[in-house]
């Protein structure tokens, strides 16, 4: 894993105030503490590109529809390739009705 390379004492104090947050509103009131506003928006738009990259939609359309560059896009992609599954993992919580990713490329773990 990529984060490997930065475990230590003040990622896990990160990850576990995160794991505290009891619902939307403090999730919100900590990230406006933590992040700026740009940070927050290329985090969202980043789950939202995985979002449709779940659904099947083309890079064009993830593009209009979020404004991400192919880029962006591309390093999802990735992710869902070759990462350790928890885009499609937290968007099936999310939305359990919905399909599960289904690479079209080799090398998935």
Partial sequence: M??????????????????????????YA????????????SLAQRFEVAHLLRLQKTYETIKDQTG???ATIS???????YGNDT??????RLYPDEPSFKPTTKGRR
């Fill in 75 to 81: 390093r999802v992609r990735r992710c869902f390739d």
């Fill in 2 to 27: 990529q984060v490997d390379k930065i475990r230590g004492h003040q990622t896990d104090q990160l990850f576990k105030a995160v794991l505290e947050l009891k619902n939307i509103e403090e999730a």
């Fill in 30 to 41: 900590f990230f406006d503490d933590l992040c700026t506003i740009s940070e927050i928006q």
């Fill in 68 to 70: 991400a560059s192919t």
């Fill in 87 to 92: 885009y499609d993992e937290m968007l099936g």
